[in-house]
């Protein structure tokens, strides 16, 4: 897949953090919760604005993943659960640059949602794909190359993940759009035999814009290059640069309710050709609700638009407040 630069209408002026701070429009700070990139450096939405003093917000992550791919000499069993808890801190440091920091802690296990599902996707008529053969609430990643064993994990972990630490430079605000650079670094403090890091030290360099098309609708979108250190998980496969991207709309719908949907994509992280490994284009959809004193709810779920190159479903909830 080749990635489709975004293309944002933004208005002229200068001013402010943010335009409408009741107003919806922020992106849900989602990505490819693929239990074997969850350590790679890979950008989740960033602000397109700031607020003028601190900003703290804690995102959920629970996702499922249960498939098995055979293709020229590859095989591989996915039959996994993740959880990852991000905690995200923001400050400005002038009128034009703004730090963030973002602490992960992620599991990966067998979990217990397999049920609920499989439920799910008899409900809503969905494929179940290799789901009924495999035994529930258990941990199997398993991958197999050219008759070698590369992957054999069956056990369940968790831990301190990779820290990333990011610049912001704003390029524009006005009343209604608003446009961000962003120099973020990722950490090597997690543990690569755990799926919580990679081993190695990620670059990524991104733009993230909003633009307010009037007092109910706004559209947004990011687009981002990351360079991938020498990592420890299929580092003779791993690829060096991952170009990233989103694009999205909210809805005011009633007071502070908000409804969004976004689209999230990337590409290749290893070189292979089975698609779990390959590039993946992530749909989520649900809705923000911001209440009187500020805090914001993100409610939301992921469904993998391309199938099987991403977890089969992720749930998501974040808390978000400034001050």
Do not use: C
């Not at 992106?27 to 607020?51: I, K, Q, Y």
């Not at 498939?67 to 801190?89: C, I, K, N, P, S």
């Not at 009633?254 to 993946?280: M, P, V």
């Amino acid at each position: 897949m080749r990635f489709v630069a975004l293309t944002l209408l933004l208005g002229s002026g200068s001013v402010l953090a943010d335009p409408h701070p009741g107003a919806g429009g922020a992106p849900f700070t989602v990505r490819d919760e693929n239990p074997l990139l969850a350590g790679f450096g890979l950008p989740t939405a960033m602000p397109s604005h700031v607020a003028e003093g601190w900003a703290a917000g804690m995102d959920i992550f629970w996702g499922s993943t249960a498939l098995l791919q055979d293709r020229d000499g590859e095989v591989l069993l996915v039959d996994a659960e993740t959880r990852e808890a991000r905690v995200t801190l923001q400050r400005p440091i002038s009128d034009r640059f703004a730090w963030q920091v973002q602490l992960p802690y992620r599991y990966t296990g067998g979990g217990n949602l397999d049920s609920f599902i499989d439920s799910w996707h008899d409900f809503f008529g969905l494929a179940e794909g290799v789901r009924p053969l495999l035994p529930d609430d258990q941990l199997n990643i398993i991958y197999v190359r050219d008759g070698a064993r590369r992957l054999d994990i069956r056990s369940s972990a968790n831990g301190l993940a990779d820290i990333q630490a990011a610049l912001g430079y704003r390029m524009h605000a006005s009343a209604e759009s608003a446009l961000m650079a962003w120099l973020s670094v990722k950490l090597p403090t997690g543990d690569a035999d755990k799926l919580t890091g990679s081993g190695a030290t990620d670059v990524s360099l991104l733009l993230s814009g909003l633009h307010r098309l009037n007092e109910r609708w706004s559209v947004f979108g990011q687009g981002a290059a990351t360079w991938l250190g020498d990592g420890d998980l299929l580092a003779d496969q791993q690829r060096s640069v991952v170009w990233s991207g989103m694009a999205g709309v909210s809805v005011q719908t009633w007071r502070g309710l908000s409804l969004k949907a976004q689209i999230d994509a990337h590409t290749a992280a290893y070189d292979s050709d089975l698609d779990f490994l390959n590039e993946a284009v992530v749909l989520t959809v649900g809705g923000d609700y911001r209440f009187a004193s500020g805090w914001r709810l993100d409610l939301g779920v992921s469904e993998d638009l391309a199938v099987e190159h991403s977890p089969d479903v992720v749930f998501l909830l974040s808390l978000k407040q400034s001050w």
